[in-house]
């Protein structure tokens, strides 16, 4: 039974680019959210998908933004990058957004902007 | 919103020892508050969670309490072991159509030999 898998392991990115993160969730699970760890942090809320639609939102920027597709899988995209964007983006699935509450996190995705 | 505060940041214990992890939340529409292990470079693991019509649930070496009163939940490690060692985060969660958790800043856990 695979897990949550997320790619790329490791990226570098300069201040003002733009990035995408991708997603897969653990098998039998619909529901991707999206979290931000900076260093000797807890992760931080940044979106939640279900239904290939945004249901709830963290207090970041419109600069993240994020999609869900038909296979579950899901996106996060990053705009016009910031020195304060360098974190662990962790990607954590679940069996729909009622009920189940489990979230199990991927090994996620370590950005650094330059 | 949420906020949730964890203590005490690190902790040290010999191998054999009890740890015990504290964490306050502050919304009382939160009912689930699962604990989290993170290793090093490595994601959070769940290792065990909560729910608020619960008072106490055990899981071999690890057990959970929660005081829905006093808005506390604890995390206790009995007979610790090297590989106890990592970071914990414990959470809090709302009911209703969001999962979304708000996570303690962490506690980190050395176990010396």
């Known amino acids: 039974d695979a897990g949550v898998t997320q790619s790329p392991t490791h990226l570098i990115k300069t201040r003002g680019q733009q990035v995408t993160l991708r997603c897969s969730p653990k098998?039998?699970?619909?529901?991707v959210s999206w979290y931000q760890q900076a260093l000797g942090q807890g992760p931080q809320f940044i979106f939640q998908?279900?239904?290939?639609?945004?249901?709830q939102r963290g207090n970041f920027p419109d600069r993240f933004s994020g999609h869900q597709f038909p296979n579950y899988s899901s996106e996060l995209n990053v705009n016009a990058l910031l020195l304060g964007d360098s974190a662990l983006y962790l990607c954590?699935?679940?069996?729909?957004?009622?009920?189940?509450?489990?979230?199990?996190f991927g090994p996620g995705t370590r950005l650094t902007v330059t | 919103g949420e906020n949730v505060e964890q203590h005490p940041s690190t902790l040290s214990v010999q191998e054999g020892d009890s740890a015990v992890i504290k964490c306050t939340y502050s919304?009382?529409?939160?009912?689930?508050f699962p604990w989290y292990k993170q290793e090093l470079g490595k994601g959070p693991q769940l290792i065990i969670d909560?729910?608020?019509?619960?008072g106490e649930k055990k899981d071999q070496r690890i057990a959970v309490t929660l005081n829905k009163t006093a808005k506390h939940f604890s995390l206790h490690i009995t007979e610790t072991q090297p590989e106890d060692s990592a970071v914990y985060f414990c959470?809090?969660?709302?009911?209703?159509?969001?999962?979304?958790?708000?996570f303690g800043t962490g506690t980190r856990l050395q176990v010396t030999l």
């Open positions: 959470a809090a969660g709302p009911t209703g159509t969001a999962s979304k958790l708000t």
């Open positions: 098998s039998g699970h619909d529901t």
């Open positions: 954590a699935s679940s069996l729909g957004p009622v009920g189940a509450y489990e979230q199990y």
């Open positions: 998908y279900y239904e290939e639609e945004e249901r």
């Open positions: 909560i729910r608020s019509n619960v």
């Open positions: 919304d009382s529409a939160s009912n689930y």
